[in-house]
Nanobody, 119 residues
Framework: QVQLVESGGGLVQAGGSLRLSCAASGSIFSINVMGWYRQAPGKQRELVAVIISGGSTNYADSVKGRFTISRDKAKNTVYLQMNSLKPEDTAVYYC?????????????WGQGTKVTVSS
């Protein structure tokens, strides 16, 4: 089992910045994908950004140019730097990782961290 602990959420004014962190621990074999999703009230969970082991990244169109995902492989930690925040970025943000073992891939979710952007 892999445990994910997220931190960094909070209340910020529009135009402000926040940095989310997600640290993985436990019986890790090889985490090769780490990402952030978010879910706003009354909406479906959506992909925000993902980073693959080789360093490739992918972003939702709505956050391109404002958010940056990065990873510290040694610490099994993924970060999401969020700049120029907008009220529509308000959501619970979830960390997700894929742990690849010789027999299967396992996906794990964090508990979520709330981000509120006031106008």
């Amino acid at each position: 089992q892999v445990q994910l602990v997220e931190s960094g959420g909070g209340l910020v004014q529009a135009g402000g910045s926040l940095r989310l962190s997600c640290a993985a621990s436990g019986s890790i074999f090889s985490i090769n994908v780490m990402g952030w999703y978010r879910q706003a009230p009354g909406k479906q969970r959506e992909l925000v950004a993902v980073i693959i082991s080789g360093g490739s990244t992918n972003y939702a169109d709505s956050v391109k140019g404002r958010f940056t995902i990065s990873r510290d492989k040694a610490k099994n930690t993924v970060y999401l730097q969020m700049n120029s925040l907008k009220p529509e970025d308000t959501a619970v943000y979830y960390c997700n990782v894929r742990d690849r073992t010789p027999t299967s891939d396992y996906y794990y979710w964090g508990q979520g961290t709330k981000v509120t952007v006031s106008s």
